[in-house]
């Protein structure tokens, strides 16, 4: 089976797709490394804060032309970052990601949503590469558990509420300078990382402008084409490494994001709770 762009619609992932020459994807691979090490707190908070606002050397990588060209493929002309972060698994520190659609708190309509997966070190199945059921994301919504597992990466232990076994899931493995690019609603997840290297993955999230926040204003960036709606907060590109504007950006940032994904989840929860109730309760 194919997993080619040209099949995406059907699948719901396109990989691998090289974007970046793999010694360049190490050499960033190594700044990357070098500031997980710092004993400075804030590299390593920036990492999980959109470092594509706090980096400009990460903010060329996201709009990489050959990154944009895939996007805009897949989403069109007119195209906004939402956010990146990065997914890191060390050897031994079990860390995984449950089974799970983007789409469940993200709080963005219509679905026409993208994620670039770009990896900067090998992602094999032993370090814990990501792992998708192709076609999943024809499914629509499913329903999902928070589980708040610890060692589950996902900021809720969001896992999908079905028996994923009877579905066909491939490894997405990837070189580094290599991408995947997954809908918001595949299901998807990873084991933990049992290599001897660390897993480093950078992940780009791109919505074309028409899609809209439910239950707030939250920040983007427009990295290609117009925005015609005016329905996110425009974000500047950085304007130096950490500095106190980007800081001050990213803060706000992630306190819209927070607040949008928290009315999301709590609203899920009340319509849980009210169908819980119309049907008795029940003992599940």
């Known amino acids: 089976m194919s997993y080619g762009l040209e099949?995406?619609?059907?699948?719901?992932?396109?990989?691998?797709?090289?974007?970046?020459?793999?010694?360049?994807?190490?050499?960033?691979?190594d700044r990357v490394m070098a500031l997980r090490a710092s004993p400075d707190a804030d590299a390593e908070l920036a990492m999980q804060s959109s470092p594509h606002l706090l980096f400009p050397w990460l903010y060329d990588l996201a709009t990489h032309p050959k990154i944009l060209d895939v996007m805009e493929q897949i989403l069109?002309?007119?195209?906004?970052?939402?956010?990146s972060q990065f997914f890191s698994k060390d050897p031994g520190d079990g860390g995984y990601v449950s089974w799970h659609q983007d789409s469940t708190y993200w709080g963005l309509k219509p679905n026409t949503i993208a994620t670039a997966w770009i990896a900067l070190a090998p992602s094999t199945p032993q370090s814990g590469c990501m792992r998708?059921?192709?076609?999943?994301?024809?499914?629509?919504?499913?329903?999902?558990?928070d589980t708040f597992d610890e060692g589950n990466l996902l900021s809720r232990g969001q896992e999908v509420a079905v028996d994923v076994t009877q579905m066909l899931t491939i490894d997405v493995e990837l070189r580094p300078g290599e991408m995947s690019v997954h809908h918001v609603a595949l299901v998807?997840?990873?084991?933990?990382?049992?290599?001897?290297?660390?897993?480093?993955?950078?992940?780009?999230?791109?919505?074309?402008?028409?899609?809209?926040?439910?239950?707030?204003?939250?920040?983007?960036?427009?990295?290609?084409?117009?925005?015609?709606?005016?329905?996110?907060?425009?974000?500047?590109?950085?304007?130096?490494?950490?500095?106190d504007k980007g800081w001050r950006t990213v803060k706000d940032a992630k306190a819209r994001m927070t607040a949008v994904l928290m009315e999301t989840a709590d609203q899920k929860s009340r319509h849980r709770s009210h169908r819980s109730t119309d049907r008795g309760g029940g003992s599940d």
């Open 7 to 29: 099949a995406y619609d059907k699948n719901g992932i396109a990989t691998p797709l090289k974007v970046l020459e793999e010694a360049e994807a190490c050499a960033i691979c």
């Open 76 to 83: 069109g002309p007119d195209l906004l970052i939402w956010s």
């Open 132 to 145: 998708v059921a192709p076609g999943s994301h024809k499914l629509d919504q499913l329903p999902h558990n």
């Open 188 to 243: 998807h997840g990873s084991e933990a990382n049992t290599s001897d290297a660390s897993r480093i993955g950078f992940v780009v999230r791109f919505i074309p402008t028409s899609v809209q926040q439910l239950g707030g204003r939250t920040r983007a960036t427009l990295v290609r084409g117009q925005d015609w709606y005016g329905h996110f907060l425009l974000t500047d590109p950085p304007d130096g490494e950490m500095t």
